[in-house]
């Protein structure tokens, strides 16, 4: 698996991320991941539908926390054939728990805990660490990815305005 270091730092310490990063034009890759419920979610569950992938490292942690509430105000507008998914590395219960304590309940919160799947095939995982780098995705209905934004430090906020008005777009 490529190695990417320095790409992604936490208060400019590099680390190492691993998988390709991809870029606009490129098919979403499909991926297995777990739902709040614990069952197995497939990313192909949602084609045919715009899907705006929030990638954050843990919901607990106060970035991820303001990017999934920033992204989950914003879903009420973008549309029923748009949907927001929010994946990190969280258990499925933790995920649950924080979506309850925060009122969040437009965006969809996935765990990647088990195989790293998603982090593995969008190059979002943070070898050091084992969580997911900071990224936000927008896949279109037929599944090419047309926005991907790597968000090089942790402590960063994405560009909110630059996925959203792609995602408004395509819907």
Known sequence: MNERHGEYAVKGHPLTV?????????????????????????LADWVGMVRLISVVPSLDTSVCDAQTRRFNEEAAGLGEDVVVLTISTDLPPAQKRWCGAAGVGRVITLSDHKEMAFAQAYGTYVKEQRLEQRAVFVVDRDGTIQYAEYVPDMSQQPNYEASLTVARALY
């Open 18 to 42: 691993l998988g390709e990063k991809l870029a606009v034009g490129d098919p979403a890759p499909g991926a297995t991941l777990i739902a709040n419920n614990w069952a197995p979610v497939d």
